[in-house]
């Protein structure tokens, strides 16, 4: 059951992002790895043109013409070009991590350029599953909030430590749990299941061959059309289960 377990004084909002670890270690660790890459890389080149029976000689000679045989200029050139690609992952590796803020009343997940907007009273538990944080209540587009099914309201990798996560939703009284409360309803989605709703056999297949061709924002929006048609889904190893949506509960 979820543990609410409420502070009794009202806190600021908590946000729980990138550490200034994390932007430590990208930011200083990235650039100065991709200098070392690229050096090393100029000197594998010019080693492999003096080889006849090496691969990729045309490559390497190519970069052993241009930098090689530049001296320092070379290096220092490999050496920024290394760098700012290295800053260029690091970057990508930040817009990587979630941003969560929560509130008594509201929480916001910011993930990339996607925000999503949490109403508290609507949420019925909150919890990671395998390093995704699930979220799960009663849709906002419901005609009667009190008696609507229980869906997903939100589900993203975050990567952030679960402890962090756990800590800041549970000081403001949000009901965090350990694990998904109906998971044991879960099943292996097999075309043409007479359990499923009407249509939604149609976008388990379309997702599916989303989920094989790797196409993420597809397979995310895919997961909010069920969440509509009042059905639950999981992914093991691309593979899909699901469940019904729940009743409220009282």
């Known amino acids: 059951m979820p543990d609410t377990a409420p502070s009794p004084d009202p806190l600021p909002s908590t946000d729980v992002g990138p550490t200034p670890l994390d932007r430590a270690v990208l930011w200083g660790g990235a650039p100065v790895l991709g200098a070392l890459v690229a050096y090393g890389l100029l000197r594998l080149a010019g080693w492999m043109t003096t080889l ?3 691969p990729f000689q045309g490559p390497a000679r190519l970069v052993d013409d241009l930098l090689g ?50 109403d508290r009273d609507r949420v019925a538990a909150v919890l990671v599953d395998r390093k995704d944080l699930v979220v799960l209540g009663r849709r906002d587009d419901a005609d009667d909030a009190d008696d609507a099914p229980v869906v997903e309201l939100a589900h993203l990798r975050t990567e952030l430590a679960t402890e962090r996560l756990e800590s800041a939703f549970r000081a403001h009284g949000w ?76």
């Open 69 to 118: 045989e530049r001296g320092l200029l070379g290096v220092v050139i490999c050496g920024v070009v290394g760098a700012l690609v290295g800053a260029a992952f690091a970057s990508h590796a930040l817009r990587d991590i979630a941003v969560v803020t929560v509130d008594r009343g509201s929480a916001t997940l910011v993930l990339r350029d996607e925000r999503t907007e949490l």
């Open 175 to 250: 009901p965090w749990c350990d694990a998904d409360p109906s998971a044991g309803e879960f099943r292996r989605w097999v075309a043409g299941d007479p359990a499923l709703p009407p249509s939604a056999d149609a976008v388990l297949r379309a997702r599916a061959a989303m989920l094989d061709a790797g196409k993420t924002a597809d397979v995310a929006a895919l997961r909010r059309e069920l969440a509509r048609l009042d059905v639950v889904v999981r992914d093991v190893d691309k593979v899909q289960h699901w469940r019904p949506a729940t009743t409220p509960p009282g």
């Open 52 to 54: 006849p029976w090496a």
